[in-house]
């Protein structure tokens, strides 16, 4: 499928590889391009036809008003979707394989295949049973607009995915330790809850240590080739989930195979730029892995590495309990005994103080709501 989309004295091509016999419908079509505008446009013209409800449904989410001609309504699922039916945003790095371990296995996976650098991903993610999408879409400026457009290939392939449920592998990290609003429990972000989806977040109260720990106790053969698949050697992200899986390893009594890093890999951070970067660096501190955290980051403040040193940051390992307030009761089992597998165990009163504590340690460099 090939488009040409048309924005602010720009032009580019973009273009989409997909499973689907015959075409994706057009309905499906306006609400996946929707990711790519986000709210950063006052109007949205499409040159084919959108139902008036899909189009007001994007008006209302991106606050642009949209033009198209009117069509049909949108055209789903002809059955209605079992209730515990889940369709997986599935990379294969280590946080959507952690989400895999913790969903049905009946979980639906589908992948975007981006070419490039990204290649290695599709390496790995192709081993499994996944519906792909393959496109250019991060070879424009298209993907600066919404985070969301990494969903796009569920709601792409809508008319041919029939569940109920929509998951990421959105870790504690991306949350950046912020307080929580418990009116965010269970949000849907509007583009997939216009396509039909409710977001699920397996891993949403895991950290990196914890989804380490998940796939060394579900499926530690394929860690290694997880490492490779996620980032580049010499990458931050290479070096920091190589650094957690070997930490993890040790922890659990575990031996397994990680790729080699260099004695004095390059430090792309400095203190204060990069929160997940940062507070593994502070874990690694806590645990008197000072060479570690040094492999991370540069320019940590002496206060800063004096109290960490002395701190309890365990709850890192450990399941944020009121990330799950609220979880689909017919997932919750899954859930449960994914954690039970991995010897996870929920916050107790001790971490959430802890986690405080964190916070306050971090309060000059990051806003924590």
């Known amino acids: 499928m090939d488009l040409v989309v048309t924005y602010t004295g720009n032009s580019e091509k973009l273009w989409f590889e997909h499973p689907i016999d015959g075409n994706i419908d057009q309905n499906n079509l306006a609400i ?33 008003e949209v033009i198209a001609e009117v069509a049909q309504p949108a055209g789903g699922p002809e059955e209605p979707p079992e209730s515990e039916s889940v369709v997986l945003n599935f990379s294969g790095g280590f946080d959507s394989l952690a989400a895999k371990c913790l969903l049905p296995e009946s979980v639906s996976l589908v992948s975007l295949d981006f070419g490039g650098r990204f290649s290695r991903e599709k390496k790995f993610f192709s081993q499994f049973d996944t ?12 993907r600066s607009h919404s ?20 998951a990421f ?36 109260g895991i950290t990196e240590f914890g989804t380490a720990r998940i796939l060394m106790s579900h499926c530690p053969d394929l860690v290694e080739k997880s490492l490779r698949s996620l980032a580049s050697p010499g990458e931050e992200k290479f070096i920091r989930k190589t650094l957690i899986t070997r930490v993890v390893a040790e922890m659990m009594g575990m ?48 206060a800063v590495r004096n109290q960490a040193m002395t701190s309890d940051f365990r709850f ?15 997932l919750r089992g899954c859930l449960d005994n994914g954690l039970q597998r991995s010897s996870m165990r929920w916050y107790d009163e001790r971490d959430h103080r802890n986690l405080e504590a964190l916070r306050d340690l971090l309060n000059p460099f990051y806003d924590f709501g």
Request: hydrophobic residues 40%; aromatic residues 14%; proline residues 7%.
């Open 32 to 64: 996946a391009l929707s990711t790519l505008a986000g709210t950063k446009f006052d109007e949205i013209v499409f040159d084919f036809p959108v139902d008036p409800l899909v189009a007001k449904g994007i008006e209302d989410w991106t606050k642009s």
């Open 131 to 142: 519906l792909t999408v393959k496109t250019n879409l991060v070879e424009t400026n298209l």
């Open 147 to 166: 985070w969301s457009f990494m969903g796009i290939g569920p709601l792409l392939l809508r008319q041919a995915i029939n569940s109920h449920y929509f």
């Open 169 to 204: 592998g959105g870790i504690l990290e991306a949350t950046g330790f912020r307080r929580l609003d418990p009116k965010a429990l269970g949000f849907t972000f509007p583009p997939f809850r216009l396509a039909g989806f409710q977001s699920v977040s397996p891993v949403q």
């Open 255 to 302: 031996t397994v195979d990680t790729p080699k890093l260099p004695r004095h890999p390059k430090v792309h951070y400095e203190f204060g730029r990069n929160f997940a970067v940062d507070i593994t660096a502070l874990y690694f501190l806590s645990l008197g892995l000072g060479g570690y955290a040094d492999m991370l980051v540069t320019g940590i403040p002496a």
């Open 316 to 330: 890192m390992e450990k399941a944020h309990d009121k990330y799950y307030e609220g979880y689909p009761a017919g």
